[in-house]
């Protein structure tokens, strides 16, 4: 077997014994409530693990060629959608820029290795944490500042601050997306930009209303919305990539992968406490009720 593939079928067996193992923990714990915090949400072991097991902590999907069928190497295509993202901000080396949303800081150390300055902010204290140890492994403390920072509240940071403000799959979370979008306008400068890098929904079934709750996204995912919400603030000139024919080889992967443990939380009926597992095989049986956008706007 080639070392990839060996490794890969290593970290399934290893994911699937983690699943099982979480599975006993989650009957233990029984913390599962029916509208999770997003801290809840990446502090389960299920989030954890799973982030860690495939994506190496970058929490966010490869960018692959249209009809691709292998998602592999996963981390070079996150890389391609990190570059995706760097050309859509279109910013001259120097700018500033906020990660609103960091996680575990990868993005923010390729728009760094870009040249741009980037301030990351993120909510979850776990992610804070890797991030400034990644960043300072990356030996970029020069380049990326990393702090505790809620997109709803960013009072500590000054009007008219950035040259351009982006989010790599957080603002599906926001709670109130338009004072999030007010926020961003009124930090950035005349001129900057926004993009983001997100899920929305083409059709809204049962079953899918309640994974976004679960998943705490029940708010962003409308067909449609983020052109209104983004006008609505005040930003020109929107455009809009559909990158969803990009993004499938790797939720195809998520939904082969978690198929069998899928069907066996199903039997016991705590699909619920596997939100990562449920989400990945439904978006895949049910490709097409989902888009994945890059979306991007200016402040006038
Ligand atoms: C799917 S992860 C993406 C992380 C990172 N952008 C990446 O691509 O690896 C979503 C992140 O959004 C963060 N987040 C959610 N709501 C937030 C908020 N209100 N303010 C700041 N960050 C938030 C979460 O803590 C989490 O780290
Ligand atoms: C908006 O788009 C128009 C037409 O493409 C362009 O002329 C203008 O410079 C853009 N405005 C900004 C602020 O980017």
Redesign the pocket.
């Known amino acids: 077997m080639e070392p990839e593939r060996r490794w890969l079928r290593l970290r399934y067996i290893a994911g699937v014994m983690v699943m099982f193992a979480s599975l006993l923990f989650s009957l233990a714990a029984s913390k599962s409530g029916d509208s999770p915090t997003v801290q809840d949400l990446y502090e389960s072991l299920e989030s954890r693990m799973g982030y860690w097991l495939i994506l190496g902590n970058t929490r966010h999907c490869g960018l692959y060629r249209k009809g691709q069928i292998s998602p592999f190497p996963i981390a070079k295509a996150q890389r391609a959608m990190e570059e995706k993202m760097y050309m859509r901000l279109n910013l001259k080396p120097g700018s500033k820029v906020l990660d609103a949303g960091a996680g575990s800081g990868f993005v923010a150390i390729y728009m760094a290795r870009k040249g741009l300055s980037v301030q990351a902010v993120d909510i979850t204290p776990h992610h804070l944490a890797d991030a400034k140890k990644n960043v300072k492994k990356h030996h970029l403390e020069d380049k990326i500042t990393v702090d505790y920072g809620d997109y709803h509240d960013l009072d500590a940071l000054p009007d008219a601050s950035f040259d351009g403000i982006y989010t790599m799959e957080t603002f599906v979370h926001a709670d109130d997306p338009a004072k999030v979008l007010n926020n961003f306008y009124r930090l950035l400068k005349p001129?900057g930009v926004i993009v983001f890098h997100e899920a929305d929904v083409v059709r809204l079934s049962e079953k899918f209303h309640h994974i976004m709750r679960l998943s705490h996204c029940q708010n962003t995912l409308k067909q449609g919305g983020y052109e209104k919400l983004i006008k609505d603030a005040g930003f020109?000139?929107f455009t809009l990539e559909d990158l969803t024919e990009e993004v499938l080889p790797l939720w195809r992967f998520f939904g082969i992968l978690g198929y069998l443990p899928y069907q066996l939380f199903k039997l016991l009926g705590i699909q619920d406490r596997f939100i990562n597992v449920m989400a990945g095989v439904e978006s895949w049986m049910n490709w097409g009720d989902g888009r994945y956008i890059s979306v991007r706007a200016?402040?006038?």
Do not use: S
Request: overall charge positive; proline content about 0%; glycine content about 16%.
């Open positions: 001129g020109i000139n200016v402040k006038a």
